[in-house]
Structure formats: C-alpha cells, structure tokens
C-alpha cells in the first residue's frame, strides 16, 4: 500500500515523506490528468491486444492484471519523489541524489526518443493499411517523413502550439475506446447467446521464460504517470500526487476492461498478430470502427510525439545545463528517432521503449532510496527495482 498521509505539521523530508490529498480539489486535478492519460493511452490501447495475445494467448486478461499492478507500484515512486524527492533537489543538499537525478534525465531522454519513434511507427502502420501499403519498407518510409516534419517544424519554432493538439487527441481517443468498448461487449454478448461460450485464443507454443520476457516488454504500454513530475510550474505537489494516482485508477482499469472485452474477437487473427490487428478487430465488431479508429490513431500518435519530441529536448537542454538548446534538441531527437525507425520493427521498439523506461524508473527508485529512511519503504523500492532490473534486462519483443 502507498504512505502518502501525514499530519500537517510534518515536514517533506522526513522518516515516512507521507502526505494527506484530501486537500487537492477535483477543478485542478481534472485538467491536470490530460497530460498523464494522453500519455498512458498514447499508443497502449492500440497495440495491447496483439502483444498480450502473442505472448499468452487465452491468458492476456491475468497478464494485463500484472501488468497494471507492476505500473501500480512503479506510479508510488513517482508519488514518492514528488513529495520527498522534490525538495531534497531542490535544496541540492545530497549530492549522490542530485547526481543520480540527473542521470534519470538523460535516461528519460533516451525514452522518449524511442517513444517519438515507437508512436510515428504506430501512426505509420494505420494510416498504411488503410491503403493496403502496409510494408516493414513504406512503414519506414513514412515514419521518417513524419518525424522529419515534426523536427523541422521544432527547428523553425512551432511545436508550442502543436501542444494544443494533446487535449483533443485525448477526447478523441476516449471517445474511441469507449466506442470499441461498447462494441466490443455487444458482439461478446450476441456471441455467448449464439454459441453458448466465448471463443478464446490459443496459447502460443512458448516457454515460460519466453511468456515472462514478452510480458516485461509491455511495459511502455502503461507508461506514461511519470510526467506528473514535470508538471511542478503549473501544479502543487498535493494536486500533482493524487492527479498521478488517479490517472493510473482510470487508465489501468479501462486497460483491463478493454483487454477482457477483447479476448472473444482475438481468434479472428487466426494466430497473425501486428500491430495494427485492432483494426481487424474493430472491422469485426462494427464496420463503422475502422475509420474513426484510424482517424483517432492517427492523432493521438502524431500529438504523442510533438509531446515527446518537446520534452526530450527540453530535458536535454536542462541535463545539459542549457550547453544543449532546444533547436538541437529537436534535431537530435528527430535523427535518432529516425535512424531507429529503420532498424526495428514495431514490436521491437515497444520492447526497447520498455527497457528504456524500465532504466528511468530504476533510477528513480534509487532517488527514492536516497531521501527515505522507513524502512518498510525502503525495502519496497528495493522490490521495485528488482521487476525494474529484469525488464531491463530481459525484456523481448512480441512477434
């Protein structure tokens, strides 16, 4: 369980760091949850399906379950270092945990970098298979494109605005997923009634070793709570902290609610999963889905990468202590993102964004090692770390 309750007079710092939310009021923490729910839902819903049914089958429903639950414990580090972590920083008065924030920084870089990779690929693989052009080449080729589009419009000063596009993106994708959802349920039901029984899919001949290292490589699926860190110019910790928990209540039920409501459709893969087979998917529940999901795609995985392409060049310019600006951030950002999109699949970068954000949170368990002194808490984050350390390690693609 997470500790985050104290009494008023404790100070942030001390043994436990807890804190009481009941302060923090709903008309902040509303608007606030867009940022971390465009992000946990940026590119998760529309690949975890196939990844979960590649990996285990008839089994995806208590894998999402673990999944969530492993985001879960991660999300109480990000809590953790707001209220405990923050403060220490600021003050600068521990040098190792100074020094190991920083190193996160650069890590984060490095995550989001493929993360901007990872939703252009996705964005790629819709928009293609609408036009039956859907080539490991033509993937390529157009995720180049975008990202050259996006860092030349970075170059000539004009992402800011295109953070407006993030909102909307969200409404159009809960719209979507609510619209799958209900769907979804139907066909489940009309289903049960004419068969008597759900189709399930088959479990893939796998070893237990190769289930568990392609279930640690969904883990960028539900990341994205940690960019309430970020939000400190705009929001208090208080509002920051309960904004990060209820964002992972929201968004990790939906994950297991759209995961189980998918598990009767699977079987029309007939065992190919890509990582576009959600269109399949929503073909068969409703002919009407394909396009507004492809549509929704689409924008939610062009707003995700100007968000990431922002703020890699935004902590690239404050890890550097500004030798970086943002217009070579930009720059560095779109060509490495670039590079990578010819060098991996899509399975493949999702595992790669996983370890990559494993890292991060890995650094930041070790942050939250540094400024506690609870015990119990303490050997939490030691837990913690330990899953964070086999994702790093281990983590393999789907496919």
């Given amino acids: ?70 985001a879960f414990l991660v999300g109480t580090i990000v809590r953790h270092n707001i209220l405990c972590a923050e403060p220490v920083l600021a003050k600068g008065s521990k040098q190792f945990t100074v020094m190991v924030e920083r190193l996160s920084d650069f890590a984060l870089v490095i995550a989001y970098v493929i993360s901007v990779c990872l939703y252009v690929h996705i964005l790629s693989s819709f928009v293609l298979v609408s036009f039956e052009l859907d080539t490991a080449f033509n993937k390529s080729l157009l995720t180049t494109i975008v990202i050259a ?16 596009l ?37 479990m893939p001949e796998r070893s237990a070793w190769e289930i568990v290292t392609i279930v640690a490589g969904t883990l960028i699926i539900v990341q994205g709570f940690e960019t309430t860190r970020y939000l400190g110019e705009n929001f208090d910790p208080l509002t920051r902290i309960r904004v990060a928990r209820w964002s992972q209540y929201f968004s990790l039920s939906i ?14 893969l007939n065992g190919n999963y890509g990582d ?6 929503a073909a068969t529940a409703s002919l009407f889905l394909p396009l507004p999901l492809i549509i929704a795609a689409s924008m939610s995985q062009f707003s995700a990468a100007v968000a990431d392409t922002l703020a890699a060049a935004a902590n690239m310019k404050e890890a550097s202590r500004e030798r970086i600006s943002a217009r070579w951030g930009y720059l560095l950002v779109g060509a490495a993102a670039i590079v990578l999109a010819w060098s991996s699949s899509t399975f493949e970068v999702i595992a790669l964004a996983s370890r990559a954000f494993a890292f991060y949170y890995l650094l930041q368990c070790l942050v939250a090692f540094t400024v506690c002194r609870n015990i119990r808490e303490r050997i939490r984050f030691v837990f913690i770390g330990l899953i964070l350390s086999f994702v790093l390690l281990f983590a393999v693609p789907a496919g």
């Fill in 1 to 70: 369980m997470e500790h985050e309750s104290m009494s008023s007079k404790q100070q942030p710092g001390q043994h436990s760091c807890n804190i009481e939310d009941g302060g923090a009021r709903v008309r902040n923490i509303v608007p606030a949850m867009s940022t971390p729910l465009a992000s946990i839902f940026g590119s998760g819903f529309l690949v975890v399906v196939p990844v979960l049914a590649s990996a285990v089958g008839p089994y995806a429903i208590p894998a999402m379950i673990v999944v969530a639950f492993i």
């Fill in 276 to 281: 576009n087979s959600l269109i399949t998917l």
């Fill in 166 to 202: 993030e909102r909307w993106a969200l409404y159009v994708t809960i719209l979507i997923l609510a619209l799958l959802l209900v769907l979804f349920a139907v066909y489940d039901v009309n289903q049960f009634l004419v068969q008597g029984h759900f189709s399930l899919p088959e």
């Fill in 149 to 164: 589009v996006i860092t030349v419009i970075g170059l000539l000063g004009g992402l800011k605005p295109l953070e407006k």
């Fill in 255 to 268: 994950y297991v609610l759209f995961v189980t409501l998918a598990q009767p459709i699977v079987p029309v």
